[in-house]
């Protein structure tokens, strides 16, 4: 059985944020980010891979990652 993803990121950029993003979909849309998608099991293998939650879609973890920095 194929397990999808449910966490994208951004390999140049190193932030995961949900499917969803509405940064992530308005790039997509303009063309110069898929290149560089990447997908993740959950959110813990994102972080073990050195990715940080986006502003947008994930505000409080991402004040809670940025309060730990």
């Known amino acids: 059985m194929r397990i999808r993803g449910t966490i994208g990121g951004h390999r140049k950029t190193r932030i995961y944020g949900r ?24 959110e813990a293998a ?5 990715y ?8 409080d973890k991402y004040r809670e990652w940025k309060a730990r920095g």
């Open 19 to 42: 499917l969803d993003c509405p940064s992530a979909l308005r790039a997509i849309a303009n063309g110069g980010y898929v290149t560089h998608r990447v997908f993740f099991a959950d």
């Open 52 to 59: 940080r939650p986006c502003a947008r879609c994930m505000p």
């Open 46 to 50: 994102a972080i073990a891979a050195g």
